[in-house]
């Protein structure tokens, strides 16, 4: 079988990491015996450019005809002058849209060698393992009315109950696979639509009984993944919420750079880094390639389902950081300063070092 992957580099340090996201997708190929075709599309600010359009329906149309699609990031300071639906973030928004991916997936999970590098102290992050679960095509992002005039601007926050039960469900399923703790993140002390988030919530639940479900505001769940990171499980919140919380866990966990996302529907499916464009280091073979690869993880997951090549690229991930590689934004004192290029290269190699391993027996737990 040939499994097909619509490439969608974007902007900045996306075609950069998008590249270190294929070869260790072709490197995973080669051990495992998987065949890969790749259709490479413009998107972002790199279509604008050529076709006047973030999203063309060109690069829409790959997208629909793959298996999965990989993206690296969009967006840079040339276009942010753009009206709205130009900008390279709207090609992003209609995407996952289109594609009906309502729910983003973003572990927040600790690499033991990076624990020193946090700006929380050891004793709090170890252990930390746990999902943001975002809904990705509703809420403030996409309600109506929105715009601005001269003396005031306005969105809308909305959900759906179609919208609350798939993502709940969702959050209640995933949670069965792990340590079976849903954490619903609202605001509604203040916001309606959080109070009817919060019933829906509570609703679908009873189709879940084995698994223990709290509410938590939004403002103390970004204080409690400060304090005490390792009480998540799994956190499910709408989507402007998810965004931001997941950028405090990616802090956390030592830099954007490290990130990995997936965004899945009924249907498709997307992988992409949380981070975004970095359009101060595009182009300096300087970015971080983790969270690129680590979502190559994610893909073989939840979209090959096969759990073995995602272990193995975790471990080599891990492998490589205790060998005392660094990219910059997670260098410290005494380990290597690497490029993109070199960190993805030891990627691989300690990749294919393990599977030899363990295809030789060596690890015989
Ligand atoms: P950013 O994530 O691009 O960068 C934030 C900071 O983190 C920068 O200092 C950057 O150098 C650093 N950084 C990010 N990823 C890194 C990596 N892999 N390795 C090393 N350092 C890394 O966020 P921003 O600066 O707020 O946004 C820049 C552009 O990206 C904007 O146009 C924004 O709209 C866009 N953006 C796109 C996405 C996406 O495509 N999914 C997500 C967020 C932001």
Known sequence: ??????????????????????????????????????????????????????????????????????????????????????????????????LGLYANIRPAKIYNALIDSSSLKKEVLTGTDFIVLRELTGGIYFGQPRGFDKTRGWNTMEYSVNEVERIARMAFKLAGKRRKKVTSVDKANVLEVSQFWRNIVHEIHKDFPDIELNDMYVDNTAMQIVRNPKQFDIILTSNLFGDILSDIAGMITGSLGMLPSASLGDKYALYEPVHGSAPDIAGQNKANPLAAIASVAMMFNYSLNMSKPAELIEEAIERTLALGYRTSDIFSEGSTLVSTEKMTSCVIENFNEIFNEQALGVFTL
């Open 1 to 98: 079988m040939t499994f097909k992957i619509a490439l969608l580099p974007g902007d900045g340090i996306g075609p950069e990491v998008t590249d270190s996201a294929v070869k260790v997708i072709k490197a995973v190929g080669e051990n495992f015996n998987i065949r890969f075709k790749f259709k490479e599309e413009l998107i972002g600010g790199s279509s604008f450019e050529k076709y006047n359009s973030p999203l063309t329906n060109e690069t829409l149309q790959t997208c629909y005809d793959s298996d999965v699609v990989f993206l690296g990031a969009v967006g840079g300071y040339k276009w942010e002058q753009l009206p709205h639906h130009l900008k390279p973030e709207a090609a992003l928004l209609k995407l996952r849209k289109e």
